[in-house]
């Protein structure tokens, strides 16, 4: 009985395999060799076979005896010769990836009844017209504008913000960018962005009080919220800082912000560590943490909603209705959107759930209130889709209207850094992180 | 970062094909962005950080959905810290001899049990002066490398300041490595490396978006034997990469690009 056996960590098991298969007069591992003088050995028809017996022994063994184990004192290794190097320039003969932009985050320009969308796939930010319906059946929309390219500085980004007078587009860099990057509303291309201004690393949202010109900044780890003049720009210094274990915030994501109440809103995902501190790090459940709107420093919350009846699972971007103070929370996850009256506190259940297969929501990490027209959007990070319902829509309800920036019931691959993979050699799979 | 989801491939997936299986969610404890991890054929396992909560997740091969892992190593006795800045993103699993490597800052390679669980000690720790290794400390804007594992040769490569440190695989406390490729010459880039340990070769990222290919026995200003100059190729970045034996092929992500790309490479396998 011989067996097919996957290949142990990339290369282990198969190392033990080609051992069997090696000539006995193959170079050991003191022989010296160039590339271009090894022989090809090709695996046996049925596959990569090792018996049974000796597969499992294999697993079990320590490694001094793996060689023994097969009968080999030592095996082949390559050794240092003449310093010669080969190019292999041939193209890739596959390539992973999704064509088609994948949407992170959604807001609404009321001056200009415009929808702006944040797309951290294809690195762009695409202008439709608010009211930009994509039909069944119909191709993709096409956006009115579109700011890309290597001078936009727009990466990884995901929160945005829209000033409500002149239509300025804010969007925070969530990766090596470090930075929140403003844009003029009528610029598109590939454009530098009007101002910049340096925030720390991993910045995730961004919330505005008019009332104060003050621009919040969600940093999802070390977990802080720094506040910053709305104008600030380069290597100004934020106003204040809310950050340090009293404040309970953990893997920091969406903000938002009640100005007629003076709360601020944050959720958190529940992973903790003192980055300075070994082994401090826990788990905790995902939570919404209120706090007054100018706390700073290593403040506590007010209240904190947390707990299994809240349903937040990776809970991304948050907005408020300033009109009931009612929070819509994009619940990436959860396939929702949850809605919490803002008095909520505990493990308390959301009083509206947005979610079901009418209601074409696909790992929605992005969500806007329009307060205006009553209306709110969710930006879908799985099917390259913005959808918008009714401000009191509840439970399994159709949207009124999409925009859709892909094949009808297109699944795209949500994708959002790709700077790992590993092989799965049991399944013939890739394993590809974000 | 939103959504940092483990996604897995068919090896023939191509442009615009979805996932097979997705792991994601808050029941998983992964957090943030993966810059290396492992699956371990010999037990079926996904072995991957949760960077923001100083843990390393060991999950089943076939991991789908919301599926919690089947352990996870975290507590005050782990030693485990990483930057603020680049976390705690890169491991390595060694499943023939059982063991998870996982670099942290301040200059230490922390080996754990591949079974151990909870708040565990460390079984052996690499670190010292005679080490070379050097790493970002806590504070430090840097991150931190994975080691490479050749556990048919008994080695153990760890990437520290562009230069490959070779060390017994054993090796722990203040322990020299055995070997060190480093100079203008090797045209090394960070990263992970990964051993073809039939070969001897070890195959990482190279200087200027390449992968090359250097022999555990190397020693020295060494250049590599082949290089794979993956930007000048394609126009994108290189962020690591992994090796299929089997298929003959490399597989590269590019972080800029959101893509993986598969190049044939038999020259290095034959």
Same mark, same amino acid.
């Given at each position: 009985?011989?067996?097919?056996?996957?290949?142990?960590?990339?290369?282990?098991?198969?190392?033990?395999?080609?051992?069997?298969?090696?000539?006995?007069?193959?170079?050991?591992?003191?022989?010296?060799?160039?590339?271009?003088?090894?022989?090809?050995?090709?695996?046996?028809?049925?596959?990569?076979?090792?018996?049974?017996?000796?597969?499992?022994?294999?697993?079990?063994?320590?490694?001094? @005896?793996?060689?023994?184990?097969?009968?080999?004192?030592?095996?082949?290794?390559? @050794?240092?010769?003449?310093?010669?190097?080969?190019?292999?320039?041939?193209?890739?003969?596959?390539?992973?990836?999704?064509?088609?932009?994948?949407?992170?985050?959604?807001?609404?320009?009321?001056?200009?009844?415009?929808?702006?969308?944040?797309?951290?796939?294809?690195?762009?930010?695409?202008?439709?017209?608010?009211?930009?319906?994509?039909?069944?059946?119909?191709?993709?929309?096409?956006?009115?504008?579109?700011?890309?390219?290597?001078?936009?500085?727009?990466?990884?980004?995901?929160?945005?913000?829209?000033?409500?007078?002149?239509? !300025?587009?804010?969007?925070?860099?969530?990766?090596?960018?470090?930075?929140?990057?403003?844009?003029?509303?009528?610029?598109?291309?590939?454009?530098?962005?009007?101002?910049?201004?340096?925030?720390?690393?991993?910045?995730?949202?961004?919330?505005?009080?008019?009332?104060?010109?003050?621009?919040?900044?969600?940093?999802?780890?070390?977990?802080?919220?720094?506040?910053?003049?709305?104008?600030?720009?380069?290597?100004?210094?934020?106003?204040?800082?809310?950050?340090?274990?009293?404040?309970?915030?953990?893997?920091?994501?969406?903000?938002?912000?009640?100005?007629?109440?003076?709360?601020?809103?944050?959720?958190?995902?529940?992973?903790?560590? !003192?980055?300075?501190?070994?082994?401090?790090?826990?788990?905790?459940?995902?939570?919404?943490?209120?706090?007054?709107?100018?706390?700073?420093?290593?403040?506590?919350?007010?209240?904190?909603?947390?707990?299994?009846?809240?349903?937040?699972?990776?809970?991304?971007?948050?907005?408020?209705?300033?009109?009931?103070?009612?929070?819509?929370?994009?619940?990436?996850?959860?396939?929702?959107?949850?809605?919490?009256?803002?008095?909520?506190?505990?493990?308390?259940?959301?009083?509206?759930?947005?979610?079901?297969?009418?209601?074409?929501?696909?790992?929605?990490?992005?969500?806007?209130?329009?307060?205006?027209?009553?209306?709110?959007?969710?930006?879908?990070?799985?099917?390259?889709?913005?959808?918008?319902?009714?401000?009191?829509?509840?439970?399994?309800?159709?949207?009124?209207?999409?925009?859709?920036?892909?094949?009808?019931?297109?699944?795209?691959?949500?994708?959002?850094?790709?700077?790992?993979?590993?092989?799965?050699?049991?399944?013939?799979?890739?394993?590809?992180?974000? | 970062?939103?959504?940092?989801?483990?996604?897995?491939?068919?090896?023939?997936?191509?442009?615009?094909?979805?996932?097979?299986?997705?792991?994601?969610?808050?029941?998983?404890?992964?957090?943030?962005?993966?810059?290396?991890?492992?699956?371990?054929? =010999?037990?079926? $396992?996904?072995?991957?950080?949760?960077?923001?909560?100083?843990?390393?997740?060991?999950?089943?091969?076939?991991?789908?959905?919301?599926?919690?892992?089947?352990?996870?190593?975290?507590?005050?006795?782990?030693?485990?810290?990483?930057?603020?800045?680049?976390?705690?993103?890169?491991?390595?699993?060694?499943?023939?001899?059982?063991?998870?490597?996982?670099?942290?800052?301040?200059?230490?390679?922390?080996?754990?049990?591949?079974?151990?669980?909870?708040?565990?000690?460390?079984?052996?720790?690499?670190?010292?002066?005679?080490?070379?290794?050097?790493?970002?400390?806590?504070?430090?804007?840097?991150?931190?490398?994975?080691?490479?594992?050749?556990?048919?040769?008994?080695?153990?490569?760890?990437?520290?300041?562009?230069?490959?440190?070779?060390?017994?695989?054993?090796?722990?406390?203040?322990?020299?490595?055995?070997?060190?490729?480093?100079?203008?010459?090797?045209?090394?880039?960070?990263?992970?490396?990964?051993?073809?340990?039939?070969?001897?070769?070890?195959?990482?990222?190279?200087?200027?978006?390449?992968?090359?290919?250097?022999?555990?026995?190397?020693?020295?200003?060494?250049?590599?034997?082949?290089?794979?100059? =993956?930007?000048?190729?394609?126009?994108?970045?290189?962020?690591?990469?992994?090796?299929?034996?089997?298929?003959? $092929?490399?597989?590269?992500?590019?972080?800029?690009?959101?893509?993986?790309?598969?190049?044939?490479?038999?020259?290095?396998?034959?």
């Amino acid at each position: 009985m011989r067996r097919i056996i996957p290949i142990a960590v990339g290369t282990t098991v198969l190392a033990i395999c080609l051992v069997l298969l090696r000539p006995a007069n193959s170079p050991s591992s003191s022989t010296t060799v160039s590339p271009r003088l090894i022989s090809v050995q090709r695996f046996p028809e049925n596959g990569l076979c090792l018996p049974d017996e000796a597969a499992s022994t294999a697993a079990a063994a320590p490694p001094e @005896s793996l060689l023994r184990l097969f009968g080999s004192s030592s095996a082949y290794a390559a @050794s240092q010769k003449s310093g010669e190097m080969a190019d292999i320039g041939r193209p890739p003969v596959r390539t992973i990836r999704d064509t088609y932009p994948t949407y992170s985050f959604v807001a609404v320009d009321n001056q200009h009844d415009e929808v702006v969308l944040q797309d951290l796939n294809l690195w762009s930010i695409r202008i439709f017209n608010r009211l930009e319906n994509t039909p069944p059946g119909a191709p993709p929309s096409v956006p009115r504008r579109l700011i890309q390219g290597p001078k936009t500085d727009i990466q990884f980004n995901n929160g945005m913000y829209i000033d409500p007078k002149n239509g !300025d587009i804010y969007s925070v860099e969530t990766d090596t960018g470090d930075k929140v990057v403003v844009f003029d509303r009528a610029k598109q291309g590939d454009v530098e962005p009007t101002r910049i201004l340096r925030v720390p690393h991993r910045g995730f949202s961004l919330a505005v009080d008019e009332d104060k010109q003050e621009l919040y900044v969600g940093v999802q780890y070390p977990p802080q919220i720094p506040v910053y003049r709305k104008t600030a720009s380069g290597d100004e210094k934020p106003l204040r800082s809310l950050q340090g274990e009293s404040t309970r915030l953990s893997d920091t994501h969406g903000v938002a912000l009640d100005t007629k109440k003076k709360l601020m809103f944050v959720n958190n995902w529940g992973h903790v560590s !003192d980055y300075l501190t070994a082994g401090t790090g826990r788990f905790e459940e995902a939570s919404i943490s209120v706090y007054s709107l100018d706390a700073t420093g290593d403040a506590a919350p007010l209240r904190v909603i947390q707990g299994p009846k809240t349903q937040l699972n990776w809970p991304a971007a948050m907005s408020l209705d300033p009109d009931t103070g009612d929070l819509y929370v994009a619940n990436d996850v959860g396939q929702s959107i949850l809605v919490f009256k803002e008095a909520d506190h505990g493990n308390v259940a959301p009083s509206r759930v947005i979610k079901g297969s009418k209601t074409r929501l696909s790992y929605p990490t992005g969500v806007f209130v329009d307060a205006k027209h009553k209306e709110v959007w969710a930006a879908n990070f799985g099917n390259a889709t913005a959808t918008v319902y009714p401000l009191s829509a509840n439970g399994n309800v159709a949207p009124v209207r999409i925009i859709r920036s892909a094949p009808e019931g297109y699944e795209g691959l949500r994708f959002g850094k790709v700077e790992a993979v590993a092989y799965d050699s049991k399944r013939e799979e890739y394993l590809v992180p974000n | 970062m939103s959504h940092p989801q483990i996604a897995a491939f068919a090896r023939l997936a191509k442009e615009n094909t979805p996932p097979t299986r997705t792991l994601i969610g808050q029941k998983t404890l992964i957090s943030r962005t993966m810059h290396a991890f492992d699956y371990d054929a =010999v037990h079926d $396992e996904i072995v991957v950080n949760s960077p923001l909560a100083q843990a390393i997740l060991i999950f089943r091969g076939g991991a789908d959905g919301e599926e919690p892992p089947v352990r996870y190593i975290q507590g005050p006795r782990t030693q485990i810290v990483g930057t603020g800045y680049g976390a705690l993103d890169a491991v390595t699993v060694d499943g023939i001899n059982n063991e998870i490597f996982l670099p942290v800052a301040s200059n230490s390679v922390l080996v754990f049990d591949r079974s151990a669980t909870g708040d565990v000690a460390p079984k052996r720790v690499l670190h010292g002066p005679d080490t070379q290794i050097q790493f970002a400390a806590p504070g430090d804007r840097g991150a931190l490398p994975a080691v490479g594992v050749d556990p048919m040769h008994n080695l153990v490569i760890v990437p520290s300041r562009n230069s490959l440190l070779i060390f017994d695989r054993n090796a722990g406390g203040n322990a020299k490595p055995l070997r060190v490729i480093s100079g203008p010459k090797t045209e090394l880039g960070g990263g992970k490396p990964h051993v073809y340990a039939p070969k001897g070769w070890i195959v990482a990222m190279a200087a200027r978006g390449s992968i090359g290919v250097w022999s555990i026995n190397d020693n020295g200003d060494v250049p590599p034997r082949w290089r794979i100059p =993956v930007t000048k190729i394609t126009g994108m970045n290189v962020n690591g990469v992994e090796i299929d034996p089997v298929h003959k $092929e490399l597989m590269v992500p590019t972080g800029n690009g959101n893509t993986v790309f598969t190049f044939s490479v038999p020259e290095i396998f034959d």
